[in-house]
């Protein structure tokens, strides 16, 4: 997984009234937790959080007062109407220890189902996955032409990288292809 790098800022206080006079810096708070370390609180630039997320990435280094925090997203807490992110949870990982998230599905082509009038049904757009960082993709695109009517591409057909193992059943159904109805 491609690691996101950027510059913060450690805070002192915590508290929600700092949290606000972050933000209207156009900053936002982030934790970092985990990894037998004690919590560690950082403001990062909110504009170039908010490129990276819109990138796709996941993993994120900060560096901070001559350190450097590297932790992939568990929680973005958005405002009430979901327009932008006022507090983020990264969890510290490992480079030789296997973490559990999620690998996103990307489809390529369309499947022989669909031009003859099927409908495509992605069941999972994120499959849950365990592996170390360094292996771990941020998408994974699978070629769907030759998915036929009433077919489907289940956990076990998914070709993983090495090293990452896909935590589906493998009889799980991941994009399927249905049939007209009363045609």
């Given at each position: ?31 970092v ?94 499959v849950?996955?365990?592996?170390k ?31 990452v ?16 109805r009363?045609?």
């Amino acid at each position: 997984m491609d690691k996101f790098v950027m510059e913060g800022t450690s805070r002192d206080s915590t508290n929600s009234r700092a949290a606000r006079r972050l933000r209207a810096e156009g900053m936002i708070p982030v934790n970092v937790y985990g990894g037998g370390k004690p919590n560690s609180s950082v403001a990062v630039d909110a504009k170039a959080f908010y490129k990276a997320l819109e990138n796709h990435h996941r993993y994120f280094e900060i560096k901070c007062d001559g350190a450097s925090e590297a932790g992939i997203v568990k929680e973005v807490q958005y405002d009430l109407y979901g327009d932008s992110a006022i507090h983020v949870d990264l969890a510290r990982v490992s480079d030789d220890k296997p973490i559990t998230t999620t690998m996103r599905l990307l489809t390529a082509g369309m499947a022989r189902g669909v031009a003859g009038g099927g409908i495509l049904d992605m069941a999972y757009r994120h499959v849950p996955v365990r592996g170390k960082i360094g292996d771990l993709k941020a998408s994974m695109t699978i070629n769907i032409e030759s998915l036929g009517t009433n077919q489907s591409i289940r956990a076990r057909d998914l070709q993983m990288p090495e090293g990452v193992e896909c935590l589906l059943s493998d009889g799980t159904p991941v994009i399927i292809c249905h049939g007209r109805r009363g045609g």
